[in-house]
């Protein structure tokens, strides 16, 4: 959240949400690779990399309506390598919160100390915070506001259960998805004033949908451990 209120300005949603997907899928490519989740060692075979890259152009096919680059190139390198680096990290966090969960032997177990952690963390910042420019004079009322909370939660709570079994990548794959088909609903059937739901965005979405089918479909050379599930 961090990363998406400082870089978002500079790339725009559309840029920023390309380059997070790129680096989580390359990212986790990479992880389910070197065997950190707690699945053990997957190998990047053809339709794991097949669906990793139809992934990213399924993204970039989707918010292609809204994707805006800035007037020079130099002006967004930086921030397009943040969003990259942030998006490794976020397989990174779905493979330390799986491992966690592993060893608890429960999801929540891990859920819970995930936010615990980030809790902590947030109201030291938020501290430092208040006490150099003072507390605000209030808060918003729209009660929703108050929702990322719970949501994150149990988006943390189901990647720890289903990074065991489907491992990394293929999990962040089912999550994008999730996201984008989530996005084309709420344009659908909550349409804000501007909404232009364009023939890129389902055809993207659906794209995406197929990549990661494709990248969860077993490989014929791969061996018999790397595909077994927990």
């Given amino acids: 959240m961090a990363s998406q209120s ?15 997907v790129t680096g989580q899928s390359i990212g986790s490519l990479v992880i389910d690779r070197i ?7 997957r190998r990047i075979s053809a339709t794991r990399l097949i669906g990793a890259l139809l992934t990213v152009g399924g993204v970039l096919w989707a918010v292609s309506p809204r994707l805006e680059l800035a007037n020079h190139l130099g002006l967004i390198v930086l921030p397009v390598v943040c969003t990259l680096t942030v998006g490794v990290l976020l397989g990174f966090q779905s493979a330390a919160v799986g491992v966690q969960a592993n060893a608890y032997g429960s999801a929540l177990a891990a859920t819970f100390m995930n936010f615990l952690v980030g809790t902590l963390i947030l109201g030291l910042v938020l501290a430092l915070r208040w006490s150099a420019n003072g507390m605000p004079q209030s808060f918003p009322s729209i009660w929703w506001y108050y929702s990322g909370g719970l949501l994150g939660c149990i988006f943390v709570g189901v990647a720890a259960f289903l990074v065991r079994r489907l491992g990394v990548l293929v999990t962040g794959l089912s999550m994008i998805c999730g996201q984008l088909l989530g996005s084309l609903l709420l344009d659908l059937l909550v349409p804000t004033a501007g909404t232009v739901l364009s023939l890129a965005t389902v055809a993207g979405t659906v794209l995406t949908m197929l990549a990661a089918a494709i990248a ?15």
């Fill in 6 to 20: 400082v870089v978002v300005p500079a790339l725009g949603v559309a840029l920023f949400t390309v380059a997070l």
């Fill in 35 to 41: 065997g950190f989740g707690p699945g053990g060692p």
């Fill in 216 to 230: 969860a479909l077993p490989s014929r050379s791969a061996p018999a451990e790397a595909r077994r599930t927990v």
